[in-house]
């Protein structure tokens, strides 16, 4: 199986402030590479496919980007919605997920 | 639109079994592959079973942590994607989403293993 490790787990932020999240695989996965945020209530949204495209009704404040085996999540000015968890996946072959990290208010 | 609604969690015992439905509209169901994916409570996402369509004769894939103890399967006139787990332990205690295309997701359906 494809490992994925993101970092990092927990990454605190203010309003209006630029974050990146990292995804690292542990083998080349091509650009096979998703982004997704999960609210606490357990709703799953996807945000990013195949590294670098929004999903449709995404803000633009959200981009993807990498390739090979490093991948990132850039939120370019956060807004009050975006704290939550964030997870990556490949889909290169069977599908893992990055363990997660949890953008939380500064 | 495209609604999904997973059902048929709830308590059981170890050792013990359960079929977990998603119902979907709103999409040409037969086109798409299926998704099971799970999270344990206060833990990340994994992925749990995968079936194709009729195109790919329906082939299926699992996790290595559970294969031998799941089966997912579909029904294409109803739309509906199917997940039985057997001998059920502790760890499989988690909330199981049904996904298509890893676009739409479900509220997914709680499932506790414990005695």
């Known amino acids: ?106 | 639109e495209v609604q999904i609604l997973e059902t048929g969690g709830g308590l059981v015992k170890p050792g013990g079994s359960l079929r977990l439905s998603c119902a979907t509209s709103g999409f040409n169901f037969n086109d798409y592959f299926m998704n099971w994916v799970r999270q344990a409570p206060g833990k990340g996402l994994e992925w749990v079973a995968q079936i194709r369509n009729k195109n790919y004769n329906y082939a299926t894939y699992y996790a290595e942590s559970l294969e031998g103890r799941v089966t997912i399967s579909r029904d294409d006139s109803k739309s509906s994607v199917y997940l039985q787990v057997s001998s059920l332990r502790a760890e499989d205690t988690a909330i199981y989403y049904c996904t298509i295309l890893w676009v739409y997701w479900g509220q997914g359906v709680m499932v506790t293993v414990s005695s």
């Open chain 1, 1 to 106: 199986d494809i490992q994925m490790t993101q970092s990092p787990s927990s990454l605190p932020a203010s309003l209006g402030e630029r974050v990146t999240i990292s995804c690292r695989a542990s083998q080349g996965i091509s650009n096979n590479l998703n982004w997704y945020q999960q609210k606490p209530d357990g709703t799953i949204k996807p945000l990013i496919y195949y590294t670098s495209n929004l999903q449709s009704g995404v803000p633009s404040r959200f981009s993807g980007s990498g390739s090979g085996t490093d991948y990132s999540l850039t939120i370019s000015s956060l807004e009050p919605e975006d704290f939550a968890m964030y997870y990556c996946q490949q889909d290169a072959s069977f599908p893992t997920f990055g363990g997660g990290t949890k953008l939380e208010l500064k």
